[in-house]
């Protein structure tokens, strides 16, 4: 199903410290099926044969670490370890105007007087200016063509930490424009005088925007020209920005919006994005019913037994339904998929889809994997918590013909009929507000 290219490592989310960024390196989506282990409490034989039969045939206990451990520091463990690599669904701020913060970088003049010219320039952080009345940077100065001159241009200081954004598809620039065309130089190198990766961008006048500008559109730029044979753009290790306004464009061409005198640019963020549209980056198997064991009016005898269980079971649903949140509450595009009651029976039973946790039933194992796999690709099923069972009832086993297989699944067509911001908790809330 996953193709022959996969590496195994060993790892455990109960364990930060095995959590090491070598070991997510390149992984760009996540499927987590980690969970508690629950078992018989006087064991079982090492086929599962007690626990194949349903928990109620035995009396159950949990089998190692506990539920808090597993569910909710492992998820919290989890989430830390891959933020990076699978990225936020809203972007990574690298400068200016986020939630409720504003984060600054160390701006330098880097002007032609280097070259003999006049021109001069500044970035200075105004906190009135920007839009809605909020703080912003300022890009601003004056260009002349005097003594071979025409260029100005401000650039932090190398970052203390590279910054690893190769999880996104690119830097979004929110800016009030001027109607001319500026540069943004991101370098990968520590060292000052190097390949500099370029993208230029035209401003509309008086006008708040968003400019997103691609990692597959910067071009390798030395002092104006392009560099054919240099690396390829490292988005994992951008260690300064530079933003430029120029006579010159590349390799002998001229900006067609270049005038001398005085210009402004208000700058209010810097931000990698993700590109439209967004699917889930994070996928993860829960459990049905994480929402019930406090529900008033639940008639506990027609649910599931880790329901009726939950104290007994170290408060397992509890737990879970805390690492969920923790999933929902982190900005990493998810998806949490709660299938009923597991079996080892094949795909291809029909399929209910429902939101609200309120369902009871069983589906196949095989089948949850297929649907996260699906997920991962469907902008549907973006930010979407749901329940899964099959129409099959637990009195009868469900099998597949060889000769006459059921028919794929496009999954697509149930994401498109969940909606957002449904879990089950709705129906803790409004008893909590009754109360």
């Not at 490292?234 to 001229?254: P, R, V």
């Not at 270049?258 to 994070?282: C, D, M, N, W």
């Not at 069972?389 to 297989?405: A, C, G, L």
Request: proline share 7%; charged share 25%; with cysteine.
């Amino acid at each position: 199903m996953l193709g022959p290219d996969i590496d195994l490592i060993v790892a455990d989310i109960t364990k930060e410290n095995t959590l090491v960024p070598e070991k997510f390196k390149g992984v760009r989506k996540v499927i987590n099926a980690v969970s508690v282990i629950v078992g018989p409490k006087e064991g079982d034989t090492p086929e599962r044969q007690k626990y194949n039969q349903g928990v109620r045939f035995f009396e159950p206990e949990i089998k190692g670490d506990s539920p808090e451990l597993v569910e909710y520091i492992g998820m919290k463990n989890l989430i830390n370890a891959v933020r990076d690599g699978v990225g936020l669904e809203n972007g990574k701020l690298i400068f200016g105007v986020g939630d409720n913060t504003f984060k600054d970088l160390p701006w330098g003049a880097l002007d032609d007087v280097v070259m003999g010219g006049v021109s001069e320039s500044n970035f200075l952080i105004d906190l009135t200016a920007g839009e809605n009345g909020g703080p912003t940077g300022i890009f601003k100065g004056i260009v002349s063509t005097t003594n071979n001159g025409g260029f100005t241009s401000v650039r932090t200081k190398n970052f203390p930490e590279a910054e690893n954004v190769s999880a996104y598809d690119g830097l979004e620039l929110r800016l009030k424009g001027d109607g001319l065309r500026y540069k943004l130089i991101v370098r990968t190198s520590q060292d000052w005088d190097t390949v500099g990766y370029t993208a230029s961008f035209d401003t509309s006048p008086g006008q708040w925007q968003s400019i997103r500008l691609p990692f597959s559109s910067l071009r390798p730029v030395f002092r104006a020209r392009t560099v054919t044979d240099a690396p390829p753009f490292n988005a994992s290790s951008i260690i300064s920005l530079q933003l430029m306004f120029s006579k010159f464009e590349y390799d002998g061409k001229l900006n067609p919006t270049f005038k001398e005198g005085h210009f402004e640019l208000p700058l209010s963020s810097i931000r990698a994005y993700i590109q439209e549209p967004v699917t889930p980056r994070f996928v993860h198997v829960g459990s049905a019913g994480v929402t019930r064991p406090e529900r008033p009016g639940l008639d506990l005898s027609r649910q599931p037994p880790a329901v009726r269980l939950n104290k007994e079971l170290d408060f397992i649903l509890t737990y879970k339904l805390k690492g969920e949140d923790l999933i929902r509450d982190s900005g990493i595009p998810y998806a949490i998929v709660r299938p009923c009651a597991l079996t080892e029976e094949p795909a291809g039973a029909d399929l209910i889809f429902e939101q609200g946790d309120n369902i009871t039933g069983k589906v196949s194992r095989d089948e949850v994997a297929r649907i996260c796999i699906a997920a991962l690709e469907s902008p549907s099923a973006l930010n979407k918590t749901f329940e899964v069972k099959s129409t099959v009832p637990f009195s009868e086993p469900f099998t597949v013909d060889p000769e006459n297989p059921p028919p794929e699944k496009d999954y697509n067509e149930y994401f498109k009929n969940l909606k957002d911001g449904i879990t089950g908790k709705e129906a803790l809330e409004q008893s909590a507000a009754a109360v």
